[in-house]
């Protein structure tokens, strides 16, 4: 199973939205959206990507299979982990880089699992969380974007993924939307 | 090409290797991770062998069965989870709204804090009992896998830089009086007011392998069984069903819950959203 996982933290909720808008219910993958946040007690941030885009919006769930044409969004005050079956754990190990969830922590965990398969994705943020887990993914075969430092609105995140060496595209949003949107990940082109 | 199919076998390698670490700790010591959530346990087990420059994994077995002073750090390692006071401040007021009234209902009140990491919870819920007159009556057994956090939660020492984010947690948890009130501060640490230690009894305890210990009022366990695959979250219910009293209430973690357990009809909702529960006969 191919997995895409995009992580952000300041400027997310407007780049994420742009990223988003275009999937369709055709997706034959699942995505998976790391977002630095508040630890609320309403869940505003999948109301708001679910406005803005045409196939179910979520929270994940301890022990939730992971199903394709689904953005995942992980919970607050959570590090989100993937198991060899293809579920979602949670554990509550402590932040990592003052963050949690932890882009890297999420990566790292997903590389191990889902090896070359795995899309990951770094968008605009003021921290370099990403970087760490973006070169483990590298490691294990798995496609590894950034988004152009030039226009995010934090560049931070993404230049610091870059500056690993490990990254293969810079695109801009409106590239990693196409991409996305693209063929290789709707059910009319699924690869086993 | 090449380079990914080595990686795969590399991985495929290292799944062996550690599934044979858990069993081989298992076997020698006794501490059955091997029906803990993989992907939390690979990555402690990752950082360990990091810290302690270990290269691999078959290395790591070979050490640890023989070290036991290495073995101690790596149980430290695996276990420790962390928390704050009054962490979803929210489960705490449901506690106050919801539980306090029912437990003020019997003469003696026992409660259990299964994995209570660093104590931090404990003290808020002693908090609460104490703002509601019950703490006299009051049993708490808080007990943990992890032996250096039941110190740590034994002496009741936190970060006095963690105040800010305590006190507005209190807040939002229903608190009734000054946060300040519970803790003297010293030398950028906070000591926390000894009479609420009075009715507590920290206890190591494993929940994958001890049995109960007594008969409970309440029961919380927030975000243990998030480490635990379906076999022994399942396994950890029945304990906590077969130690709370009828009309027993049961609180888990924010993303815990009881639906895919096999107890699931046997206890009452009693807060959807903040995840309490109550055995039912």
Redesign the interface.
């Known amino acids: 199973m191919k997995i895409i996982i995009i992580g952000c933290s300041a400027g997310g909720l407007q780049a994420l939205s742009q990223v988003l808008e275009r999937l369709s219910v055709g997706l034959s993958v699942p995505v998976v959206v790391i977002q630095h946040r508040a630890n609320e007690h309403v869940n505003l941030l999948e109301e708001v990507l679910q406005h803005r885009c045409g196939i179910k919006v979520k929270q994940a769930d301890e022990k939730e299979k992971i199903r394709p044409g689904i953005v995942y969004v992980a919970p607050p005050g959570y590090h989100l982990l993937f198991e060899n079956d293809h579920t979602f754990s949670l554990s509550s190990d402590g932040p990592v880089k003052h963050s949690m969830p932890s882009i890297d922590v999420s990566l790292e965990s997903a590389a191990m699992v889902f090896g070359k398969a795995l899309v990951a994705i770094i968008l605009t943020g003021a921290s370099d969380d990403g970087a760490t887990g973006i070169r483990t993914v590298r490691k294990y075969g798995g496609l590894t974007i950034a988004q152009d430092p030039a226009e995010a609105q934090f560049p931070h995140m993404p230049q610091s993924a870059i500056d690993t060496g490990c990254v293969r595209f810079i695109l801009p949003l409106a590239g990693i939307s196409n991409l996305l949107a693209a063929r290789r990940f709707t059910s009319a082109h699924e690869e086993k | 090409m090449a380079?990914?199919l080595e990686?795969?076998s590399m991985?495929e390698f290292?799944?062996k290797e550690f599934r044979e670490l858990l069993e081989s700790i298992r076997h020698v010591y006794g501490y059955d991770f091997t029906n803990y959530?993989?992907?939390?346990v690979?990555?402690?087990v990752l950082h360990f062998m990091q810290a302690q420059h270990v290269e691999s994994l078959d290395g790591l077995a070979k050490i640890l069965v023989r070290d036991e002073r290495m073995f101690e750090l790596f149980i430290q390692e695996l276990s420790?989870?962390?928390?704050e006071m009054f962490r979803?401040p929210?489960f705490f007021k449901c506690l106050r709204s919801k539980v306090i009234k029912r437990l003020a209902t019997y003469p003696v009140i026992r409660i259990w804090v299964a994995g209570c990491a660093t104590g931090e919870e404990v003290y808020s819920l002693a908090i609460i009992l104490k703002e509601e007159n019950l703490l006299e009556r009051v049993i708490i057994y808080a007990t943990d896998i992890n032996q250096k956090s039941l110190e740590i939660a034994r002496q009741g020492i936190y970060p006095l830089a963690s105040m800010k984010t305590y006190t507005t947690n209190y807040i939002k948890a229903g608190g009734k009086r000054s946060f300040s009130e519970y803790y003297q501060a010293k030398y950028g640490s906070v000591l926390i007011d000894k009479t609420l230690r009075q009715n507590i009894v920290f206890a190591p305890h494993n929940l994958t392998t001890d049995n109960s210990f007594n008969e409970f009022q309440m029961i919380t366990c927030r975000?243990v069984l998030?480490?635990f695959n379906?076999q022994l979250q399942d396994q950890v219910i029945s304990l906590f069903y077969d130690s709370l009293c009828t009309f027993g209430f049961l609180g888990l973690?924010?993303?815990?819950?009881l639906l895919?357990s096999e107890k699931k009809d046997f206890f009452e909702e009693v807060d959807r959203r903040e995840k309490v529960f109550m055995k039912i006969p």
């Open positions: 380079v990914s990686n795969r991985a290292e799944q959530a993989e992907a939390s690979k990555r402690r420790v989870t962390v928390t979803d929210l975000n998030i480490y379906q973690g924010n993303k815990e819950s895919f």
